[in-house]
């Protein structure tokens, strides 16, 4: 079952924060986070795991909430190079299937 | 940076026609991995091949596709008879292990669009 992903699409200025939202019905061992721009592949952010753990990647960072089977990234000072769709994709044990979220498209204008 | 390169960028192939789509992983991962989106959607994953064997596919990886390391660089899927629906970007993934704290990188992918 993919996890859903809230919101869908946020449009933002430069200089502002973001939260996206990724959550499961089903227990997750470890949630990945990518960034793709149109036309381009997903590229790597970073993996949280189960544990509660809180990464960072410069004014990226992320959590994970076992308890809500939940992860969220936190987007502070966007700049404009942040733009694109973010994916998280969940797995459940075992890293060899990352089933993904439908995506939030995040524009940020200046 | 190492990368994961896949061949060709695009293909167009008509219907009912087999393609191969090519992929050359990083060269010290073990894990493989092909996804594919359908423009505008999301990514779906297809198959994992780790150790000359399929470890696990989706229920879109049916008896048309098949998976293949022909020699010690090369990862291919090959679709045998594509129907229009198979149109999409096929994403090739490598991984140095299956377990959970391993990212899965991405090659640039191959847009496959069938007539």
């Known amino acids: 079952q993919q996890p859903v992903q809230s919101p869908q699409a946020v449009i933002l200025r430069e200089g502002e924060d973001a939260v996206i939202n990724c959550s499961s019905s089903?227990?997750?061992?470890?949630v990945h986070w990518y960034r793709q721009k149109h036309g381009e592949a997903p590229v790597f952010l970073m993996i949280?795991?189960?544990?509660?753990e809180q990464k960072g990647h410069e004014k990226i960072s992320a959590s994970f909430n076992e308890k809500k089977q939940q992860s969220s990234l936190y987007l502070t000072a966007s700049q404009l190079s942040y733009s694109g769709t973010y994916f998280c994709?969940?797995?459940?044990?075992?890293?060899?299937?990352?089933?993904f979220g439908q995506g939030t498209r995040l524009t940020i204008n200046p | 940076e190492p990368e994961v390169t896949q061949t060709p960028s695009h293909q167009v192939t008509q219907m009912g026609q087999e393609v191969i789509l090519r992929c050359v992983p990083i060269?010290?991962?073990?894990?493989f991995y092909w996804y594919r989106q359908i423009l505008g959607q999301k990514v779906e994953f297809l198959v994992s091949?780790?150790?000359?064997?399929?470890?696990?596919k989706s229920e879109i990886f049916d008896d048309q596709f098949s998976v293949e390391r022909p020699d010690g660089s090369n990862f291919t899927l090959k679709i045998r008879s594509t129907k229009l629906e198979d149109s999409a970007m096929y994403f090739c993934?490598?991984?140095?292990?299956?377990?959970?704290?391993?990212?899965?990188?991405f090659g640039d992918g191959t847009r496959l669009s069938i007539l």
């Open positions: 994709g969940t797995e459940n044990g075992g890293a060899q299937k990352l089933v």
């Open positions: 091949f780790y150790n000359n064997e399929i470890s696990e």
């Open positions: 993934a490598s991984s140095e292990s299956g377990y959970s704290n391993q990212p899965q990188h």
């Open positions: 089903k227990a997750l061992y470890s």
């Open positions: 060269s010290n991962h073990l894990y």
């Open positions: 949280l795991l189960k544990g509660g």
